[in-house]
Nanobody, 127 residues
């Protein structure tokens, strides 16, 4: 079993920054791609960013490119999401998730391809 715990969410003004962390315990996630997703009230969960197992490849949803950066520290079993220039439309609950298969490129992964999810952390951007 893998437990994922997100932290770092909060209330920030437009243009501000937050850094989310996703700490894994139970088993290592160092050989798995990891993803960040978000879900706003009344909307479906959507992809935000993903990173391959080594950290050498990253992917982003178009609206966050240039503003968000996903990274990982496999020695700490932790994945991060640095969010800059935040906008009100970034308001959502943010979730991290682990790919269900080893060393897979996360380019085309969908939520169903991830098998472990955190409980989420709320990000609220005020205008």
């Amino acid at each position: 079993q893998v437990q994922l715990v997100e932290s770092g969410g909060g209330l920030v003004q437009t243009g501000g920054s937050l850094k989310l962390s996703c700490a894994a315990s139970g088993r290592t996630v160092s050989s798995y791609a990891m993803g960040w997703f978000r879900q706003a009230p009344g909307k479906e969960r959507e992809f935000v960013a993903a990173i391959n197992w080594s950290g050498s490849t990253t992917y982003y949803e178009d609206s966050v490119k240039g503003r968000f950066t996903i990274s990982r520290d496999n020695t700490k079993n932790t994945v991060y999401l640095q969010m800059n220039s935040l906008k009100p439309e970034d308001t959502a609950v943010y979730y991290c998730a682990r790919d269900s298969r080893l060393v897979r490129d996360p380019r085309a992964l969908v939520p169903a391809d991830y098998d472990y999810w955190g409980q989420g952390t709320q990000v609220t951007v005020s205008s």
